[in-house]
């Protein structure tokens, strides 16, 4: 769940810098295939790059020293009990479920017009028409294409403009605008609360249109294509997940193929250099871990040799893994209880604003009680001091048995101090 929560805030945090960046930069760029690729291409990079993991070294760092690791404890700078912290969870997760519930919602209402549009093929009258498979509607809807469907009046069919619309909507076609729609609608799922959703999706049914537009007016004439554009605005009734002919952009659209357009290419590529600053601030904020410290690699010092090293003697190594662990009184809660309980944190690492995780290494030993407390990693400010207090009270385990004899048995366990 935890887990779920972070990647859709990362996600939220790049679909909003990739949104700023076309704003910024390309939104009164001319060139509608370019923009159209940037507005996909930005918001499958918003969704994959929180999956690539943010700290490399830690991973390693945690399992250079050979032990059972045991769960992360967190403790706050409000030093909340275990039942606060619980608490808190139990909201989140909560908060995770009407998330959850409203997506689900909005998947409901993707399928429901998919269902629409498929009552009206298998309603209407359909026939092949220049590759286009068109679809008779009674009413005096507005054109609109669902890929190779079009749906049309009876009245438009055997007007002379239907010409210029069959057109428009075999370019749609051609171009699989159809395709870009149902992988935006589906994206609301995750992205139903972000404003950047809502400001792409315009932008790329936009872009539909002015590109369909330029294919179009290669095909007919343009001031008869446009008189035809400018007739038809006050038809209705369009469907979602479908490519309107008369899109409520007719200024631009005429503007637009209007436009004489050169070979820019110094442009284009000042506009692609200008655009390398926001995926950069995304890769770097992919590389910070912000839960934790700063990275660092442990260097364990000579006293600080792993446990299974330490002892020599026949029958005293200390064990990573055994048959029948270790286990503290009343179970693993009951340990996070009473480490939480017992635990503060320290004055002088809330006033230097110290955060991070502590690492400590502890043995079990064969009669159940904890020895060789030792800190692998430390963030100071006295966070390393006071877990290793903590642990080192620690009551009687029941040992670990190895072939039916007790033994000694290594564990780590991370101890992370956050400020509020």
């Given at each position: 769940m ?20 076309y ?7 001319a ?11 930005s ?9 690539l ?85 009674k009413?005096d ?11 049309v ?17 075999k ?13 935006f ?8 609360y ?36 400018l ?69 364990l ?6 446990a ?113």
């Amino acid at each position: 769940m935890e887990a779920l929560l972070y990647w859709n805030i990362r996600a939220a945090i790049y679909l909003l810098i990739f949104a700023v960046a076309y704003f910024l930069v390309l939104r009164r760029n001319a060139s509608v295939v370019f923009n159209r690729f940037y507005i996909l291409t930005s918001s499958v990079l918003a969704l994959l790059l929180p999956l690539l993991p943010t700290n490399f070294v830690e991973i390693e760092a945690y399992t250079v020293f050979p032990s059972v690791n045991l769960p992360e404890l967190l403790i706050d700078s409000a030093n909340n009990s275990v039942a606060d912290i619980e608490q808190q969870n139990s909201f989140s997760i909560n908060m995770l479920f009407v998330f959850a519930l409203i997506s689900l919602g909005f998947v409901l209402q993707f399928v429901v017009r998919l269902l629409v549009i498929g009552f009206l093929i298998w309603r209407g009258r359909s026939f092949e028409n220049q590759g286009m498979r068109l679809v008779k509607l009674k009413s005096d809807k507005v054109p609109f294409s669902f890929f190779n469907w079009l749906f049309v009046s009876e009245h438009l069919l055997n007007d002379q403009r239907f010409d210029a619309v069959l057109v428009h909507e075999k370019a749609h076609a051609k171009r699989f605008h159809s395709l870009d729609i149902l992988y935006f609608e589906l994206l609301q799922a995750v992205f139903w609360y972000h404003p950047a959703w809502y400001f792409l999706r315009s932008e790329l049914k936009s872009m539909h249109e002015f590109e369909a537009d330029q294919l179009a007016i290669k095909k007919v004439n343009k001031s008869s294509y446009q008189k035809t554009l400018l007739e038809l605005t006050t038809y209705g009734g369009m469907l979602w997940l479908t490519t309107p002919f008369n899109v409520s952009l007719i200024k631009k659209r005429m503007l637009m193929m209007n436009q004489i357009k050169g070979n820019q290419p110094a442009r284009k590529w000042l506009k692609l250099t200008l655009l390398l600053p926001f995926f950069v601030a995304a890769v770097f904020i992919q590389s910070c871990n912000f839960a934790t410290e700063p990275i660092e690699e442990v260097k364990l010092e000579e006293d600080q040799t792993p446990a299974f090293k330490q002892e020599q003697a026949p029958g005293e190594e200390v064990f990573t893994v055994v048959e029948d662990a270790p286990e503290f009184p009343g179970g693993p809660t009951a340990m996070i209880n009473f480490l939480a309980n017992n635990i503060s944190y320290p004055e002088e690492a809330r006033r230097d604003s110290i955060q991070g995780t502590v690492y400590i290494n502890f043995v079990v030993e064969k009669d159940g009680s904890v020895s060789n407390v030792k800190i692998l990693r430390g963030i100071g400010g006295g966070c390393d001091e006071e877990a290793k207090r903590v642990v080192e009270l620690l009551p009687e385990w029941k040992p670990g048995y190895q072939r039916g004899q007790a033994v000694r048995v290594s564990f780590n366990i991370p101890v992370k101090f956050k400020l509020n």
